[in-house]
């Protein structure tokens, strides 16, 4: 485990844009492409920000195919529909191709929606394992994932999958990764900054395994060690226990 730890959010930032454009240009060296799937919630606006500005010439985003590691179960573009944030921060700011973007369709039931998802996913990939080049995940303050819950089924799943999960304290469907389907991943990042994730981060980093409560513990790469990009706030309480 790589831990990337900064004073400030803008230096997190530019050092995870620029360890994004390096895994990708590898990918593309390598593959020809880069397969990268993005996060929601707020956190990673910033990232993307940059990436589609400062960094837009460094890499040929046309080779760039963006994929979603969980979804809101709200319609498309919806304010909470995470592919809104990142096609008006990402896709509109580089002309991504729409066959460059997997979106989930949430027309669908959530059920529907996730096996359709994984169908894409696997047309993609040709029927070959779903081996992302890059996963980004953020992470809650009650130490979820993508959308893999404390207490839901998604905390016990074995199964590399794109799944639909309750959520009763959000009292909605979600769509998700799986946690094995993460950890497949050629490279995975997390991306964690403000005091509100101490409490989190300090249970998730720490020696005692719960992964029902604690669901970020899932995460485990097999292929390359994990990354986490975080700040001093929310690194604090593992700093004071350290
Ligand atoms: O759909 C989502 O909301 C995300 O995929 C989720 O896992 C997010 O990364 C965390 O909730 C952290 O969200 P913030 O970045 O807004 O704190």
Not at 45 to 68: A, H, N, R
Not at 200 to 224: C, E, M, T, W
Request: a negative charge.
């Amino acid at each position: 485990m790589n831990l990337h730890i900064y004073e400030e959010v803008n230096a997190i930032n530019e050092a995870l844009a620029q360890y994004i454009i390096s895994v990708g240009r590898q990918a593309i060296v390598t593959n020809g492409r880069f397969n990268f799937v993005l996060t929601g919630g707020n956190s990673p606006k910033g990232v993307y920000e940059l990436l589609s500005t400062k960094y837009k010439q460094d890499i040929d985003w046309s080779k760039v195919f963006f994929f979603f590691g969980d979804e809101r179960t709200v319609e498309p573009f919806h304010k909470d529909y995470n592919g809104l944030m990142a096609k008006e921060t990402l896709f509109d700011h580089l002309k991504t191709p729409a066959d460059h973007i997997f979106y989930v369709n949430t027309f669908l039931q959530p059920q529907d929606a996730a096996a359709a998802y994984k169908k894409s996913i696997d047309k993609h990939f040709e029927g070959k394992e779903p081996i992302f080049d890059l996963i980004l995940l953020g992470m809650g303050d009650d130490a979820h994932t993508a959308s893999i819950f404390p207490h839901t089924t998604l905390t016990a799943v074995t199964e590399a999958d794109v799944q639909a999960v309750f959520v009763e304290k959000l009292n909605t469907h979600r769509v998700s990764f799986t946690a094995p389907l993460i950890n497949m991943a050629d490279h995975v990042a997390f991306l964690t900054f403000g005091k509100n994730k101490a409490t989190a981060l300090y249970h998730v980093l720490g020696p005692q395994k719960d992964y029902a409560s604690f669901p970020a513990q899932l995460i485990n790469p097999v292929r390359s060690p994990l990354n986490w990009f975080i700040d001093e706030e929310a690194y604090a309480l593992c700093k004071q226990n350290s």
